[in-house]
């Protein structure tokens, strides 16, 4: 995940870059001469925190505060000052300052006054988009709120708009499919028929007679007329899944039938005009397959006229947590089962892992999970044996960063405690009453404990 975003405006170019240096390791970090530079700045690109002076010349730091407020009111704004006064951090306050740090500053202290300030931007950011912020969690059955995804909706809103062929390109398992109906269902087609076409499927001497039709007695066991998928479509979509599959003979037919608009069932001689959007996907690098000689060079550039790609889910951890609560809901309600989340450990391993079967493999992990649970959350133990042994890594990271804070912090705590428990029930052989008073607690207490984290006082005694 990219790092929190912070404006450092003074115009004492010294201070300036002491507060930049004290920053730079934890935080992408731009500065401003003055209060004009810095407000056209904010004009222009979104900050997380703005930490500026309050004396400098032109817009001094309280109006550059209103106006950091006024386009977007999550930026947190902490101000500098060497001229600290009771009314200023009254007026401070009141237009919504985070904190107020007097000169010469202390660099740990600015170091953990920003730290928070951005914490508490990131949690609002949070809280904004679980409060009802669905349109930037998805888009038609696709989810993920991540820039990657962002960036793929814009993409597949301008493809709908524009009646031309588009080429959707991506790993096995990112959802391509749901990508090409996304398309058709925004077009000016939705309401004719969305026809998906596997071209991995068909059998090699068929696909001219799947595709286009056949004629009766056109070959052996054409007992009669059949039109082909295109003509499914007929002024909808049809989508070619996988089209790099395409044996090349086939690749001619389809290259023409695009080029010409128009189609001949196998055995007939008259063309039939064709009115159809084509969508077409590959998880192969097509211009490899093309210098490889797999690929027909013509077919590849009349299928790449507006290409979108999906990224693989290793690109976007932070979208993990939200896919695996859609998909848990999902498959709960199939399998009518009553389950409420995920364990924060449980979450976390999920968040870990490295996914090279995209989205389509965390389904399937998701889903025999709701299958296998016995409580009323997804904990570790129902994760496949791959998942439940992945080890949380020992610093925080993309895969950490990528849990709700309460989430991170209660899987790191769940981890501790376990592993304390692990270590006091050792040293006292499994003795209760003496492990309880060492830890200064009740021994039902210690009880519970122990049940919570799964954990027998019988394991640690002698033999």
């Not at 979104?46 to 930490?51: L, N, R």
């Not at 998701?366 to 439940?388: I, Q, T």
Request: glycine share 8%.
């Amino acid at each position: 995940m990219t790092a929190p975003r912070v404006l450092v405006v003074d115009d004492k170019e010294n201070l300036r870059r002491l507060m930049a240096r004290v920053l730079a390791d934890a935080f992408e970090v731009e500065e401003a001469e003055d209060g004009a530079r810095a407000l056209a700045l904010v004009a222009t690109r979104p900050y997380d925190v703005v930490v500026t002076d309050i004396r400098m010349p032109g817009a001094d730091g309280f109006e550059l505060l209103a106006a950091v407020k006024a386009r977007e009111p999550a930026t947190e704004v902490v101000l500098m000052t060497g001229y600290a006064t009771v009314s200023d951090a009254v007026r401070a306050m009141k237009l919504g300052a985070y904190d107020y740090l007097e000169k010469p500053f202390d660099p740990d202290a600015a170091l953990a006054v920003v730290t928070r300030a951005a914490e508490r931007k990131r949690l609002a950011d949070t809280a904004r988009l679980a409060a009802g912020a669905g349109e930037e969690d998805s888009f038609h059955a696709l989810v993920g709120r991540s820039a990657p995804m962002r960036a793929v909706y814009r993409l597949l809103e301008k493809a709908a708009a524009v009646d031309m062929t588009v080429l959707v390109a991506g790993e096995t398992g990112t959802g391509k499919e749901l990508a090409a109906r996304a398309i058709h269902s925004l077009s000016a087609r939705r309401e004719r028929r969305f026809v998906p076409v596997n071209c991995g499927a068909l059998p090699g001497e068929l696909v001219e007679s799947e595709l286009f039709g056949h004629a009766r007695g056109a070959f052996t066991g054409a007992a009669a007329a059949k039109p082909g998928l295109f003509q499914e479509a007929q002024g909808g979509t049809i989508f070619l899944d996988e089209v790099g599959e395409l044996p090349l003979a086939a690749q001619v037919k389809l290259n023409r039938a695009l080029q010409e608009k128009e189609i001949r069932r196998v055995g007939e001689t008259q063309a039939i005009p064709l009115d159809v959007r084509v969508v077409a996907a590959t998880h192969r690098d097509l211009r490899e397959e093309v210098r490889a000689g797999r690929f027909r060079e013509d077919l590849f550039y009349r299928l790449n006229v507006f290409a979108v790609t999906l990224p693989p889910l290793r690109e976007r951890p932070e979208d993990v947590p939200l896919l695996a609560a859609h998909l848990l809901e999902k498959h709960a309600r199939a399998l009518r089962r009553p389950l409420h989340g995920f364990a924060p450990e449980a979450l976390a391993r999920l968040a870990g892992h490295a996914w090279p079967g995209n989205v389509r493999e965390l389904e399937n992990v998701v889903e025999r999970a709701v299958a296998v649970a016995g409580g009323e959350r997804v904990e570790p133990g129902d994760l496949p044996p791959e998942l439940s042994a992945t080890a949380l890594p020992a610093t925080p990271g993309a895969a950490l960063a990528a849990l709700p804070y309460k989430d991170a912090v209660a899987g790191a705590r769940d981890r501790v405690t376990r592993e304390y428990l692990v270590a006091l029930m050792t040293e006292f052989g499994g003795n209760v009453t003496r492990a309880a008073e060492r830890a200064g607690v009740e021994r039902e207490s210690l009880h519970r404990l122990l049940r919570k984290h799964g954990l027998r006082s019988d394991d640690f005694k002698d033999g």
